[in-house]
């Protein structure tokens, strides 16, 4: 018997690891050709597996060949005996060793084809049971790319078909504006309808010629990309929207046959349309621009919906469009406000009343009208309005985000997250569904959450300002202000037209004492006597509000501003004095502002000064009511846990209010002012010194990090 090495020497010999390697190169050589063939000429998958299963399994018979043969001269022969004689045949006993070596080769393939098998087939989808699209933005043939009122059309037909078919009973459509960012992520077709959560997708394509316009669809499973149904159709142009309201009758007939044609799916903005070319490419040109959600871009839509409807003063879409983008351009609107809030809500009422009265079933003007209500401080009847548009279009997910943020606004926080969370269902790439998500998930505590959703609304839209306002919020909630200014300024420098983000940006300079280093904050109106008082500059601080307040003694607000200064750094019985006269000028409303309850707080602690304890127990009390009611939320609120320190440092708790202190700043509470407030000096010094070092220190710092941030180039779009 051979041992191992002398095995290892007669394989070396009969040259049967050379032969195995060339065979292994040429196996190689040979599945590239066929994976090549296979994908130009679109064969299934079988065929390619069989072969490659085949040459690879063979290696145990090449092998064994390889031990007896070789090629020499031109052609096979055998390898002559360790005796140097050539052997005659190949016996019997060779024979029967080749039949085992193939039986062996030929069950380990089988068995490797096998497993290479998916466990199950899967299950071909049924239209029936498919409940769920999304429609995918429609391409171009090639010849058609240089017209761009094509690509405009190509880009609005999935939005318009997706809200024809939202007013299917039954059916969960999403937002065609998340089908469009995901298709220029260039996803595939199961990652779209992954993310999208749904189970089958509308795919299509558009070529004109002349005024014939040709659409072909085709309805895919989600997951397998399989094609369920396709259907070619042939309108002029002219009859576009009409050719919109087929397709998504077409389509939801298909997947739903309790859906009867001219019955159940009805087309409810009939009247909404146009028929007038000029006026539809206007329209589109103006939704591209409302998708970008910056202030300029909201400028540049409002002016072609104005364009739409100079060319067809009938164009009831258009008149909702132009409603949208005021009210969104508002001083009401936290994102784009430039218009005043007033002027933006009398012109969205009047446009609102001319597209109602061309299309009374319009889901989106009856949204867009509870937006304007709600501006107008009329909570009830905007609700009406959003759940009068859901019922036209259950599917309509941005009056399921407005109708969030009213809920949320009323207190309704359970009902207000269900509303956003459906919301992200049917619209889960949307700029304002993401920040609000990300928002919420901010303010409870859920960082990690809320970092990846705002990380991924910038991924997903790097032109918005939104996703560094949200990474603004996450950073500053966690007392990391360095962070939290980098995202204004890059937020900012998105959008430069948006001046709360500058105001934010410069309110974070102040809290920063980075003064040296923006000097016109001197200049600014707004932040002058912040500049003064963290500059301590408190003698121009006194006599410029002195000045003030001589000009306008009975303003309320004006009083305790500089009342709250005394308290700080000046005269604090001049600074008491001050809150009681101002306290004669409040509304009952106005004192007990959360998170801070506030200028209610400051007036209790003015009448403790003058011995009212009954007065300030009344204004405590009420304080106290509205933090027991905040806390009881899920909320992870460092303005709460402050409100609770002062609130037990007047009630002379003072363990209390140091653990409520203690609380505070670990959820990120970061004022420079803070032990500078009179409200707290029941407190030992020696007690307070810990918290004071430690605030030092995090402000300290947090300045050190954004000085060593400014010296970074910004990315030219974060």
């Known amino acids: 018997m051979l041992n191992p090495r002398q095995f290892y020497r007669r394989l070396r010999q009969r040259k049967v690891l050379s032969t195995v390697l060339a065979y292994l190169v040429l196996v190689w050589l040979l599945l590239q050709v066929v994976a090549v063939v296979s994908q130009l000429l679109q064969l299934p998958p079988l065929p390619g597996t069989i072969i490659a299963i085949s040459l690879i399994a063979a290696t145990p018979l090449v092998c064994y060949l390889a031990w007896f043969y070789q090629y020499q001269h031109g052609r096979l022969q055998l390898i002559a005996r360790a005796d140097g004689h050539m052997p005659v045949i190949f016996g019997t006993k060779q024979r029967t060793g080749l039949l085992l070596v193939s039986l062996c080769s030929a069950l380990l393939g089988y068995q490797y084809y096998l497993l290479s098998r998916p466990n199950s087939e899967p299950a071909a989808l049924s239209l029936l049971a498919a409940n769920s699209i999304a429609v995918l933005p429609f391409s171009q043939l090639k010849q058609d790319h240089a017209n761009p009122e094509l ?84 309108r002029e142009l002219t009859d576009i929207f009409a050719l ?171 009902e207000s997250l269900q509303a956003l969370e459906r919301a992200y269902q049917l619209d889960p790439v949307s700029i304002a569904v993401l920040y609000n998500r990300g928002y919420e998930q901010a303010i409870r505590g859920q ?50 037209e948006n001046t709360g983000y500058r105001r934010n940006y410069l309110g974070l300079v102040l809290s920063l004492g980075l003064t040296d280093r923006h000097p016109e904050l001197a200049d600014n109106p707004r932040f002058r006597n ?96 509205q933090l027991h009611a905040a806390m009881q939320s899920e909320l992870r609120d460092s303005y709460l846990n402050h409100l609770a320190a002062r609130l037990a440092a007047l009630q002379g708790e003072n363990e209390l209010a140091l653990q409520e202190l203690q609380q505070a700043m670990a959820y990120g509470w970061r004022e420079w002012w803070t032990f500078h407030d009179p409200i707290f000096e029941t407190i030992p010094p020696d007690q307070l010194a810990q918290l004071r070092q430690q605030l030092d220190n995090a402000l300290a710092e947090q300045r050190r990090l954004a000085l060593a941030q400014a010296k970074q180039p910004a990315p030219a779009n974060q």
């Open 447 to 496: 960082f990690a959450e809320a970092t990846d959703s705002f990380t991924q609304l910038i991924s997903d839209f790097p032109e918005s300002p939104l996703g560094n306002v949200g990474m603004s919020l996450v950073a500053f909630n966690q007392g990391l202000l360095a962070d939290s200014l980098r995202h204004w300024q890059y937020a900012h420098q998105i959008s430069p």
């Open 244 to 414: 919109e309201s087929e397709v998504a009758r077409s389509v939801a007939n298909t997947l739903q046959a309790s859906l009867k044609d001219g019955n159940s799916l009805q087309d409810l903005s009939a009247n909404a349309s146009t028929q007038s070319a000029d006026a539809y490419v206007s329209y589109l040109k103006a939704r591209e621009q409302y998708r970008l959600q910056t202030s300029e871009a909201m400028q540049q839509a409002r002016q072609l919906f104005e364009q739409a409807i100079g060319q067809d003063p009938e164009y009831a879409l258009a008149y909702v469009g132009l409603a949208d983008t005021l009210l969104l351009l508002s001083d009401g609107s936290k994102e784009f406000g430039i218009i005043d809030v007033d002027i933006a809500t009398k012109l969205a009422a009047e446009y609102l009343e001319k597209a109602l009265r061309r299309a009374p079933e319009l889901a989106e003007a009856y949204a867009i009208q509870g937006k304007m209500l709600e501006l107008q401080q009329q909570p009830e009847p905007a609700l009406a309005a959003y759940q009068q548009a859901i019922a036209l279009n259950p599917n309509l997910a941005v009056a399921h985000m407005w109708q969030y943020l009213l809920l949320k606004q009323q207190g309704k926080y359970d």
């Open 151 to 234: 690509e405009l059309l190509a880009n609005s037909l999935a939005e318009e078909i997706s809200s024809q078919l939202g007013r299917s009973p039954g059916l969960t459509v999403a937002a065609a504006s998340s089908g469009q960012v995901l298709s220029r992520q260039q996803l595939s077709l199961a990652e779209i309808a992954s993310r999208l959560s749904v189970a089958t997708l509308l795919s299509g394509s558009i070529s004109l010629q002349g005024q014939q316009l040709q659409i072909n669809l085709q309805l895919l499973d989600g997951s397998s990309g399989q094609t369920l149904w396709s259907q070619q159709l042939e």
């Open 530 to 625: 912040s500049y003064l008082l963290r500059n301590s500059d408190f003698d121009t601080l006194f006599k410029e509000m002195t000045f003030k307040l001589a000009a306008q003694p009975d303003d309320a607000w004006l009083q305790f501003e500089m009342a709250w200064y005394q308290m700080l750094a000046g005269n604090k019985e001049q600074a008491a004095n001050l809150l009681l006269q101002s306290y004669a000028l409040f509304d009952s409303e106005d004192l007990y502002g959360m998170p801070m309850c506030s200028p209610a707080i400051e007036i209790a602690w003015a009448l403790n000064q003058q011995g009212q304890q009954q007065q300030a127990a009344e204004l405590k009390a009420r304080c106290q009511k």
